[in-house]
C-alpha cells in the first residue's frame, strides 16, 4: 500500500468536501476540482488520515469511514463499517450489521451523495436498513451528529451520507479496478464468491465511470429459547408462584441466502463559463433467503400449566396476586405438541436512484446549482412454513377430536385408518398419524447453564411403535411424522417512489457583513414521496362444489389438521348421528408426500439434549405460491388490512445559512423551515375471516395532515491554537415517524342502536394515527479535539438531547365516522398510538486516534490505533412495574470500540474490537409489564492483506472470529433476570485478490 506521503493535498480536499455532502459548487470553498490529478491508494494509514482530516475541517460534528482502497470499506459491509464510529451502535441480521442508531436512536437520516436516498431495505421505517447496498461501490461514509444545513435533511441524533466514487477524481485516461474473493463460514461450510470492478474514463474536462459489485453470502445462526411469534398472546402465569411460562420453546438452525447485485454510473462534464453537470443512477438488488429448520415443543395453545417449576429462586418481587415472582432454572415440561417445523422467508427487493445536477461556479463571488432527484424501490417478502406433528392424535389428544374428510378424501387411505361411524354422505374420521406417539411425552428443560439442557427423550412412550419405543425413537422415524400445518402469512409488499428538486446558491462576501460574516447560502427543496404497504397472507379454498356452502369453496388461511370448517361464514361437511360435522382442511400428509426431507440433529453450542429431526427441506418453499398451487390448486392473496396502508409525503423548504469569522472563532449559523404534509390512507378493519386470524377489508380511510417546524442551527469553532479546537453546536430537530404509525389500520366498533334502526359506532381502534406530530429534539452538543500529527488526535464530546414528541399507545382525539347506515352521528375515542411525552439521551464520547508514525520512529512507527468510548443513558415516560423510567429501546448506555492496525510496505493488517453494553428490546414482553434485555456483546473482526506486486494485493478477513453468541433476558424491573434466547452467529473468513489497472 502507497503511504500518506503520496496523498496529495488536494485529492484530500476533494475527499472531505464530498464527504460533507458538498455539491461541485461548493466543492470549491476548499479548492479547484479540476486540478485534482488522482486519488491515491490509500490503505489503512491513509483512511485514518483522511477521517482525521474530515472531522478537523468539517464545520458541523462530522465522523467518517473513507474507504481504504478503491472498493474497500473497512469491514464486510456499510453497518459493520459505521459502528467504529463513536455514538453508532448497530443492530445485527443473521450476524451482518443491518441497522444502525445514532446516540441511541434509530431516527436517522440516510443520504446518497448528500441528498436523500430512497432504499428497498426500510420502505416503510425511519432507520436505516442497508443490507442491500453493497459496500464495494462507496468511496466513503460521513455521519453528521451536529445539524449541517448543506445536508439535504437531518435526523433526530445524526446523518449518515453514503458517497459512491465519481471519475473527475481520478488520474485522467482510465482507471479500473478488480477484486474476487470467496467466503466461507465455520457453520455453513459453503464457498461464496464475490466479484466488484469499477472502469472510469476522463480528460481535463469530462469523465464517465461504471462500477459494479456481485456477491453471495450463506450466514449461519443457531437458536434456542422462547418460541418469539406467540408474544401477542401469550400464556403467562401460575399458581402459588408467578413465572415465565411460554407457549413454547424452539431451537433450530438459520441459514441467510444473501445475493447482492449493485450498478453505480457516473457522468461529469465541464460545459464552459463555469458551468459542469453531474448525471448519476445507483442500482441495488437483493435476493434473500431466511431458511429455518429446527424443533418445536408447546402447549399447543391449550393450558397455562403445561410448565412447571422444578429448579428456581425468588426475585422478591410480588405479582399482582401478592405472590412473588421467581426465576425459573428449570421446568418439567408437559409437552403436549413436539414437532420439527420448517420457515423460509424469500425476499426480492430493488431501488433505482437517479441524479442530476447542474453547477455553477466561475470563480466568482457567487456560486450554486440545481439537482434533481428521482428513485424508485420495490420489496416482495413471501413466508412459507410448515409443521411435521409426532402425535397421532388418538387418545388423550389436545382437541379430543379427529380429522374429518368426504367420501373422495376417506376413500384414499386404508380402512384401519377410519374411525366411528361415517357421516352420511360417506365422510369418515381419518387417523392422521397411526405411526405418532400416543401419549404426552413428559421432558425437563434445564436453563442453569450456559445453554439450555433438555431431557426426557429416552423415557418409554406408547404409540404406534409399540411397547419399548420412546420419543427420541420417533423422531428418528420418518414415518411418525404427519404435516399438522402448511401456511404463507405475514408476506408483505411494498413500492415506494421520491421526486426531489433543490436549487441552493452561496455568496462570498468580499468584506464581511458586520465584521464578522463572509458567506451566505440559500436554498429552495421540495421533496415528493409517496409509499404503498401491502400486508398479506395466502389463502385457498377447500371443497367447491362438495359439500362448502359456497359453491367456489370455503376460504382457509390455515391450511392444517385442526382447522375444522364449520364456523358461520362459510360451512363444509356433513352429518354424522344427525349432527353437522365440518371437514377438515388438511388431509393427512406424510412429510415427504409433497416435500423434500432433511435430517437435522445439530443445533449448534446453544442447545444440548436434543435428538435430531426429520423436517421438510425449507428450500421447497423458495417459491411458496407455485407450491402452494401446486398442494392446494390455488394461493391468492387476501389483505390484512390493519398492517396496509398507503401514505405520501410532500415537504417544501427553504434554508438560510451564514458563514462566520472573527478572530479565533469560526462556524455558521442558521435556520431551515420545513413545510410537511401528509396524505393517509387506512384500511378499516371488519370482522375476523373464518379459518384464519385475518380480518375483513370493510373500506377506506383518507386523512391529510400538516406542520410547519422551524429549525435553527449553530455550529461553532474556537481555534484555541492550530492544534487545538473547541467546538459547540445548538439545533432544532426533526424526523417524520415510521410510516406505520400514520397509516396503520382502523377497526370501528359499532352496537344496535333500536332507535336509528341500525348498528351505531361507539369506539375505534387504530394501528395509525394520521393526526401525530413527527419526532421533535432539542440537540445541545460540545467537543474539544487536540491534533497532533496527520493521522492523530483526541478528542472529548458531551451531548444532550432533549426529545419533546414521542410516540406511546393511549387513547387519541375523537373523530366521527358514519354509521352503518351512512349517518355521522357522532365523534368517538380513537385507542392505537398518541403523542407522548418523550424522553432525554445524554452522554460523552471520548475518542483518539493514534497513528505511532506521528511521533515515533522505527519498527513501531508502522502500528496504529482508533479507539472510543460513548456513554448514553437515556430515558423514556414509560415505566417499569417498579416506576422506574425505562431507557430508550435498541440504546446501549455503554459502548467501545479498539481497532488496533500495522501497515509496512506492502503487509497491511488490522484487527477490531466492538463491545456494546445491555440494550433493551422490548419494553412491555407480551402484556406482562417486564422487559426483555439483550445482555453485552463483544465481536472480534480481522484483516491482513500483502501487495505481491505493485498492483495487486491479496487479502484475507475474518468476521466474528470469536463466534459471539448473544443472550437475551426477561428482566422482572431489576429484580431479576430470567433466560429468555440465544442466537449464535458463525465465523466467517475471506480470501481475495483486489488489482488496480
Not at 354422505?425 to 392422521?432: M, Q, S, Y
Not at 404534509?677 to 385475518?694: A, F, H, L, M, P
Not at 461553532?716 to 445548538?730: G, H, N, S, W
Not at 448514553?872 to 415505566?879: E, V
Request: hydrophobic share 35%; net charge negative; proline share 3%.
Amino acid at each position: 500500500m502507497k503511504k500518506m506521503t503520496g496523498f496529495k493535498k488536494k485529492s484530500m480536499a476533494t475527499a472531505i468536501a464530498a464527504l460533507t455532502g458538498f455539491s461541485a459548487a461548493a466543492l470549491a470553498q476548499t479548492d479547484d476540482a479540476n486540478s485534482i490529478e488522482e486519488v491515491a491508494v490509500l490503505g489503512v494509514r491513509g483512511a485514518q488520515n483522511s477521517a482525521v482530516n474530515l472531522k478537523r475541517d468539517t464545520v458541523a460534528m462530522v465522523d467518517g469511514i473513507i474507504a481504504e482502497d478503491i472498493g474497500k470499506l473497512p469491514d464486510v459491509t456499510v453497518v459493520d463499517s459505521l459502528q467504529r464510529i463513536s455514538g453508532v451502535q448497530i443492530l445485527r441480521d443473521a450476524g451482518e450489521g443491518a441497522q444502525a442508531n445514532i446516540r441511541g436512536l434509530p431516527q436517522v437520516v440516510t443520504l446518497l451523495n448528500g441528498e436523500q436516498y430512497l432504499t428497498a431495505g426500510n420502505l416503510g421505517g425511519a432507520q436505516p436498513k442497508l443490507t442491500d447496498i453493497p459496500s464495494q461501490l462507496l468511496g466513503g461514509v460521513a455521519v453528521s451528529k451536529s445539524t449541517n444545513l448543506n445536508n439535504s435533511l437531518n435526523g433526530i441524533t445524526g446523518t449518515i451520507d453514503l458517497q459512491t466514487q465519481r471519475p473527475m477524481k481520478f488520474d485522467e485516461g482510465f482507471t479500473s479496478t478488480f477484486a474476487a474473493e470467496a467466503a466461507q463460514g465455520d457453520i455453513t461450510g459453503e464457498t461464496d464468491p464475490a466479484v466488484n470492478g469499477l472502469v472510469s474514463w476522463r480528460n481535463e474536462t469530462m469523465g464517465v465511470l461504471v462500477s459494479a459489485s456481485q456477491s453471495e453470502a450463506n450466514l449461519a445462526n443457531n437458536y434456542a429459547g422462547y418460541s418469539g411469534a406467540v408474544y401477542g398472546n401469550n400464556d403467562w402465569g401460575g399458581s402459588g408462584m408467578n413465572y415465565s411460562a411460554p407457549h413454547g420453546f424452539d431451537s433450530f438452525n438459520r441459514v441467510v441466502e444473501r445475493e447482492r447485485t449493485g450498478l453505480n454510473l457516473a457522468f461529469e462534464a465541464e460545459l464552459g463559463n463555469g458551468f459542469s453537470v453531474v448525471a448519476e443512477g445507483f442500482y441495488t438488488e437483493l435476493n434473500e433467503y431466511d431458511r429455518k429448520v429446527g424443533l418445536n415443543v408447546s402447549n399447543r395453545w391449550q393450558t397455562l400449566d403445561w410448565l412447571t417449576p422444578t429448579e428456581y429462586t425468588d426475585t422478591g418481587f410480588d405479582g399482582a396476586n401478592g405472590e412473588d415472582w421467581v426465576n425459573v432454572d428449570e421446568y418439567a415440561v408437559d409437552a403436549l405438541w413436539v414437532n420439527s417445523f420448517t420457515v423460509n422467508r424469500a425476499t426480492t427487493s430493488d431501488s433505482k436512484n437517479f441524479n442530476l445536477e447542474l453547477n455553477y461556479d466561475n470563480g466568482g463571488n457567487f456560486r450554486g446549482g440545481v439537482r434533481a432527484i428521482h428513485g424508485e424501490a420495490n420489496r416482495l417478502s413471501m413466508n412459507g412454513q410448515a409443521q411435521g406433528d409426532l402425535s397421532s392424535w388418538r387418545e388423550g389428544t389436545p382437541k379430543e377430536i379427529l380429522p374429518f374428510y368426504p367420501e373422495e378424501i376417506a376413500s384414499q387411505y386404508d380402512e384401519s385408518r377410519y374411525v366411528g361411524e361415517a357421516g352420511e354422505e360417506g365422510g369418515r374420521f381419518i387417523d392422521p398419524n397411526p405411526g405418532g406417539y400416543g401419549e404426552t411425552p413428559q421432558l425437563t428443560y434445564d436453563i442453569s447453564g450456559n445453554h439450555p439442557l433438555w431431557g426426557g427423550f429416552d423415557n418409554p412412550i406408547s404409540g404406534g411403535l409399540g411397547d419399548g419405543a420412546t420419543l427420541r425413537d420417533y423422531m428418528a422415524n420418518q414415518d411418525s411424522y404427519a404435516v399438522a400445518a402448511f401456511s404463507s402469512e405475514g408476506n408483505n409488499e411494498s413500492d415506494a417512489s421520491m421526486d426531489v428538486f433543490s436549487a441552493q446558491g452561496t455568496y462570498d462576501f468580499d468584506e464581511p457583513v458586520l465584521g464578522f460574516v463572509n458567506r451566505v447560502d440559500m436554498g429552495l427543496r421540495r421533496s415528493d414521496r409517496e409509499v404503498s404497504i401491502e400486508q398479506f397472507h395466502l389463502f385457498s379454498r377447500f371443497y367447491g362444489g362438495n359439500g362448502a356452502t359456497d359453491p367456489a369453496g370455503c376460504e382457509a388461511q390455515w391450511k392444517a389438521i385442526d382447522v375444522v370448517m364449520s364456523e358461520d361464514q362459510c360451512q363444509a361437511g356433513e352429518l354424522v348421528n344427525g349432527e353437522f360435522q365440518g371437514y377438515t382442511v388438511n388431509r393427512p400428509t406424510k412429510l415427504n408426500e409433497y416435500n423434500n426431507v432433511i435430517w437435522v440433529d445439530d443445533y449448534g453450542s446453544v442447545t444440548s439434549g436434543l435428538p435430531g429431526v426429520w423436517a421438510i427441506d425449507p428450500r421447497d418453499f423458495d417459491d411458496v405460491v407455485a407450491f402452494q398451487k401446486k398442494v392446494f390448486g390455488d394461493a391468492y392473496r387476501v389483505i390484512v388490512p390493519g398492517q396496509s396502508y398507503d401514505v405520501g409525503f410532500v415537504e417544501d423548504s427553504f434554508t438560510i445559512n451564514a458563514g462566520f469569522e472573527k478572530g479565533i472563532v469560526r462556524g455558521d449559523f442558521g435556520v431551515r423551515v420545513i413545510d410537511t404534509e401528509i396524505s393517509v390512507r387506512q384500511n378499516i378493519t371488519g370482522d375476523i375471516k373464518n379459518y384464519g386470524d385475518t380480518n375483513i377489508d370493510a373500506g377506506d380511510y383518507y386523512a391529510t395532515n400538516d406542520y410547519t417546524d422551524v429549525l435553527p442551527a449553530l455550529n461553532m469553532i474556537v481555534d484555541v491554537r492550530e492544534d487545538l479546537l473547541v467546538r459547540f453546536a445548538a439545533s432544532k430537530t426533526m424526523t417524520p415517524l415510521d410510516l406505520g404509525n400514520y397509516g396503520g389500520g382502523l377497526k370501528v366498533n359499532t352496537s344496535d342502536c333500536p332507535e336509528f334502526g341500525t348498528r351505531c359506532v361507539t369506539s375505534a381502534e387504530s394501528g395509525g394515527n394520521p393526526y401525530l406530530d413527527p419526532w421533535r429534539a432539542t440537540n445541545l452538543d460540545a467537543a474539544v479535539e487536540y491534533y497532533f500529527g496527520e493521522g492523530s488526535m483526541v478528542n472529548l464530546a458531551v451531548f444532550d438531547i432533549d426529545i419533546e414528541s414521542f410516540v406511546v399507545n393511549g387513547v387519541g382525539e375523537m373523530r366521527a365516522f358514519a354509521d352503518l347506515d351512512g349517518v355521522v352521528r357522532r365523534e368517538v375515542p380513537v385507542s392505537g398510538p398518541v403523542q407522548g411525552d418523550g424522553g432525554r439521551i445524554h452522554g460523552a464520547e471520548l475518542g483518539t486516534k493514534l497513528a505511532f508514525g506521528d511521533f515515533m520512529d522505527g519498527f513501531i512507527s508502522d502500528f496504529g490505533i482508533d479507539a472510543n468510548y460513548t456513554y448514553s443513558p437515556s430515558t423514556q415516560d414509560k415505566l417499569d412495574a417498579n416506576g422506574k423510567k425505562l431507557p430508550f429501546n435498541d440504546n446501549s448506555e455503554h459502548q467501545f470500540n479498539f481497532v488496533t492496525w500495522y501497515q509496512a510496505d506492502r503487509l497491511q493488517a488490522r484487527i477490531a474490537y466492538n463491545y456494546r453494553s445491555d440494550r433493551l428490546i422490548d419494553p412491555d414482553l407480551g402484556g406482562t409489564g417486564f422487559q426483555a434485555y439483550q445482555k453485552p456483546t463483544s465481536y472480534v473482526d480481522a484483516q491482513i492483506s500483502y501487495d505481491v506486486m505493485d498492483d495487486v494485493t491479496v487479502y484475507l478477513n475474518g468476521s466474528n472470529i470469536t463466534g459471539e453468541i448473544e443472550d437475551y433476558y426477561i428482566d422482572f424491573s431489576g429484580a431479576g433476570k430470567q433466560y429468555l434466547s440465544q442466537n449464535e452467529f458463525e465465523p466467517r473468513y475471506s480470501l481475495g485478490v483486489r488489482a488496480r489497472f
